[in-house]
């Protein structure tokens, strides 16, 4: 086979309108104005930067080592982005960081480490905003813990007896609204209620009012309740059994079959008071009643609970909402296994499986920007997807570069301005 070399040509031409669509929302810009003051020496700025760490993972890559390895012939010759080393990248994500607070748990010896960077956490708030033209007034929020597991110096076992981190992430929609890192060792419930009043507070600061909130069973306790009556309107949490619990449902007899093919299931629910000891403990005069909706499965191995007297498999939802009916209730809360997609998404697409530092504050650093790459990625394939044949706003981020980015081009600087030649097609709608 014969070859015949010509000028380079960079083969990601469509990398060219997602940087030129960030910079007609000003989001370079927002990032120069809203992270440290560089010295007026540096190269570099933070718009190329975190631009250009943006665009490994807009080309196919997942670290920053792709910046010289794989993308340095493709990326040096963008005229509006100067390109900076890995190293460059590295080292100034790290100054981002904030040093973790750690503490104990009162009923235990184990130590607990948490990252907070509300600095980052505003100023992803403030890009998505810019490019949504807003967020939702009366939002859906998700909360949720994941496991990203790593052998970092400072990564503990977790539950799965693995080493990682557990990250605390909020979601309205596919939108990260906020991440909090925290040890392996750190389980969601820890310290949870203090993560949720740090998170509330910041979205409130931004004019984001909580309408509704999902969760699962490790915002199921007293004093992180207490902080999501104050900041949420209706809420919809996991419940975890007790005998409390199983005397509740004892008592229910209003069950209503839904089962389906595959399972025998009966719906029913009832009013509860939870945390009674707790509250006494801490001297609430109170009580408050709650709504719980349970779901019970046929159990196969026929096995009878002492409480109930029944040989069943129970789910409990506990909520504050008495407008929706039983099946409204479970049906939007299984909902949020969309937002737990999203971690498979900032997982394999945006590199949180592939953590670049050695400690949890700078890998907090890093969950972020990634996390700000993912809401960016948000927008673009659901701009784009109106304007190019192919593209439809679901699609994951490998499709769209193969779609949209893989399309060779070309700048040239003729009359002193610079020009994209494209040697291939990008399919606008006309």
Known sequence: MKVQKTSFISPFGGLNYVLNELDKHGIGDILDSYLPNLAQQ???????????????????????????????????????????????????????????????????????????????????????????????????????????????????????????????????????????????????????????????????QHGISIKKFRADSATYSLKTLRVVERYAEHYYIRVRMSHVLENAIASISNWEDVSDTIEEKLRGETVFIPFERAIRDVKEKNLKTYRIIVTKTKRKDGQVNFFTGEAYLYSAIITNDYEMTADQIVQFYNQRATAEREFEVLKYDFGWNKLPFSNLAQNNVYLIITAMCRNIYHYIIGHFSKIVKGLKPEYRLKKFIFRFICVPAKWIKHARQWHLRLYGNIAFKT
């Open 42 to 204: 540096s190269k570099y700025s933070w718009r190329d930067i975190i631009f250009s760490y943006w665009s490994v993972f807009f080309c196919g890559g997942d670290c920053a080592e792709d910046l010289d390895r794989n993308l340095k012939n493709t990326l040096k010759d963008l005229p509006h982005l100067s390109l900076p080393s890995p190293d460059r990248v590295l080292d100034r994500l790290k100054e981002l960081s904030i040093p973790a607070v750690i503490f104990n748990s009162p009923r235990s010896k184990a130590y607990h480490e948490f990252a907070v960077n509300e600095h980052l956490n505003q100023l992803n708030l403030t890009i998505s905003k810019q490019l949504f033209k807003g967020l939702p007034l009366n939002a859906t929020l998700d909360y949720d813990n994941t496991i990203c597991y790593t052998e970092k110096k400072d990564a503990t076992r977790t539950y799965m007896f693995e080493k990682g981190y557990q990250p605390g992430v909020a979601f309205i929609g596919s939108q990260v609204v906020y991440v909090e890192n925290r040890t392996g060792n750190s389980s969601a419930q820890v310290g949870q209620d203090e993560t949720l009043l740090r998170m509330f507070s910041l979205l409130k």
